[in-house]
Structure formats: C-alpha cells, structure tokens
C-alpha cells in the first residue's frame, strides 16, 4: 500500500528504527502513519476511541493488508480510550513504542498520566513519541514528573504551524527540560527567493510562543488570576532566556 505521508508524520515515522517493533498508534485517526509503519515491517496496533473511524480502518485494513491463515497478525484496531492502552494483554519480546499525537496538550497530559501505572510497571524497555499540537510546554511538565528520559527532540513547520515531537524513553536518555534542548540548535536558516535570510523557524517559533502567553497573561491580569498570573511568568521568563542559535 503506498502512503503520502505529510511532513509531521513522515518524522515521526523517521524516528522508528529499522528493527521491527510494537507499535502502538494511539488517537490513530485515519491511520495512516501506522499503515507506512506496517509497510516497514512493523507490527502495529491502531488505538483511537471514535467507532466509525476505527469500522472504516479496519475494512481499509483488511483490504490493504490481509491476516494471513497460519500467521500471525501484524496489526490490531483496538476502539478504545487511550488511558485504557491494553499493553499487558498483547506481551511481545519486540521493542514497544507508543505514539501519541495530532492532540492538544492539555488532553495528552490527561493520557499520559493515565498511562503512569502502565509505565511503571513494565519491566522492559518502552519508547514514547509524542507530538502535541499546542501546549508542548505543558507536556514537558508532565513528562518530568514520569520516569521518562528524553532521547531525541525535533521542532518542524508544517503549513505554518509549528510542532514540538519527544522522542522519550524509560531506560536510557537525558531528563526532560521545560523548553526543550536541542528544538533550539543551529540548522540551515529559511532562505527567500530573492536569497533574502528570512527568521529562522526557531526564532519565529518562540516569537509565537511569546506573543501566545503574553496574551494569556493580559487575560489573566484582567481577572486577577494570581495562580495563572504566576505560571504564565514563570513560562514567559522560559522562552525569553533561550539561548538560540538558528
């Protein structure tokens, strides 16, 4: 089955090494980044709570990519909340890896700490990606209170939106920071087609993130909100001391 995957989840997918692995596709959507995964030679498992998106996946599924009789299967579609992942009912001696992305923070906060037990009590390896549409900041404050490391981290611009994705995991890697490291590096700046240097992503992306919570913060000052007041400086006073270099 050939796949056109976007610039977001052709990264994403990048990500995943060569050495099959168990695949979780949590808020899969339409699936498609799963389906490039199954062409790789990975087994995938396609989680998302809608039903009549998972109905339509699984006919796309069945069609595309056939159970083989004598075989076992290499995807699952499982219509299910992800705080609920049945990790423990599919063991496996594979790598596990699972996606969470194309949500809010907020709600990936939500999963990720519903999904706290489920870390915890794995004995092996297991390898997190997530690419939240908004909010990183607050996702990387969820994941510093886990036993999550971080292992490599990526800023891409995709139709003028700009996406954070953490590659983490519970055995080897760095702790997380509340910005980010390496989102911030030096990279080929954007070039115009009159050859004119343009902002580099990093520099507009924390622009973005400045002139977003210095809204915030206006709203907050309006109805004395102490509580959000003193976060949305503390988050301000992050993004302004970042040291970029792109």
């Known amino acids: ?56 996946l699984e006919v796309k599924l069945q069609r595309f990519f056939p159970h083989v009789n004598g075989q076992a299967p290499n995807w ?40 706290q037990p489920i870390i915890h009590q794995r004995h092996t390896p297991l390898s997190l990606i ?3 549409v908004n909010h990183a900041y607050l996702v990387r404050q ?8 971080v292992t490599d981290e990526l800023l891409i611009e995709e139709n003028r939106r700009f996406y954070e ?3 983490l995991n519970t055995l080897h890697g760095k702790p997380i920071t509340a910005t980010g490291d390496s989102i911030w590096q030096a990279q080929p700046a954007n070039i115009s087609d009159t050859t004119t240097v343009v902002t ?12 977003h919570y210095q809204r915030r913060l206006i709203g907050a000052e309006k109805t004395a909100d102490q509580n959000a007041i003193k976060h949305l400086n503390e988050v301000i006073a992050a993004y302004q001391g970042l040291n970029l270099s792109r």
């Not at 594979?94 to 923070?105: C, K, M, S, T």
């Open 76 to 115: 699952f579609v499982h219509c299910a909340d992800v705080a609920r992942l049945p990790l423990i009912q599919h063991p496996t001696q594979l790598p596990i890896v699972v996606i969470i992305a194309g949500i809010g923070g907020e709600l990936m906060c939500e999963l990720l700490q519903a999904l």
């Open 165 to 167: 994705i953490m590659q």
């Open 200 to 211: 580099s992503t990093a520099k507009r992306y924390q622009q973005k993130l400045l002139d």
């Open 1 to 56: 089955m050939s796949i056109k995957l976007s610039h977001r989840l052709n990264t994403i997918a990048s990500l995943i090494g060569p050495q099959p692995a168990q695949i979780w596709d949590c808020c899969c959507d339409h699936g498609l980044l799963g389906a490039e995964l199954l062409n790789h030679g990975h087994q995938v498992h396609f989680v998302d709570v809608v039903p009549e998106i998972m109905q339509a």
């Open 130 to 132: 997530l690419c939240p």
């Open 142 to 149: 969820q994941v510093r209170s886990m036993p999550l490391l």
